[in-house]
């Protein structure tokens, strides 16, 4: 079992930044890829980062890629998700999963475990 705690959200002008953070507990957070995810209201839950479990390999959504990172301490128990120069179509809940797989991907039902979530509202 792994629990997943997300915080670092918030409210934030657009072209500002953000930083998120996903704690897990246990000790096998290194055996799991994870990934980062968002769900805006009246939407369906989308892909936004990924990062495998060493975290050597990282994949993103087009419409993030070069504004948003992800990465991962192993040694913390924690990922992260580097958000720049955010648009107000960045708003959104955010949710961090974890996949037992080496590497999770893009798809929802590759990860077994998900957090709580954490509000990101971008305003103009």
């Known amino acids: 079992q792994v629990q997943l705690v997300e915080s670092g959200g918030g409210l934030v002008q657009a072209g500002g930044s953000v930083r998120l953070s996903c704690a897990a507990s246990?000790?096998?957070?290194?055996?799991?890829?994870m990934g980062w995810f968002r769900q805006a209201p009246g939407k369906e839950r989308e892909f936004v980062a990924a990062?495998?479990?060493?975290?050597?390999?990282?994949a993103y959504a087009d419409g993030v890629k070069g504004r948003f990172t992800i990465f991962r301490e192993n040694d913390k128990n924690t990922v992260y998700l580097q958000m720049n120069s955010l648009k107000p179509e960045d708003t959104a809940v955010y949710y961090c999963?974890?996949?037992?797989?080496?590497?999770?991907?893009?798809?929802?039902?590759?990860?077994?475990?998900w957090g709580q979530g954490t509000q990101v509202t971008v305003s103009s």
């Open positions: 999963a974890a996949s037992r797989f080496r590497w999770g991907g893009v798809a929802r039902a590759n990860y077994e475990y």
């Open positions: 246990g000790r096998t957070f290194g055996s799991y890829a």
């Open positions: 990062v495998t479990w060493s975290g050597g390999s990282t």
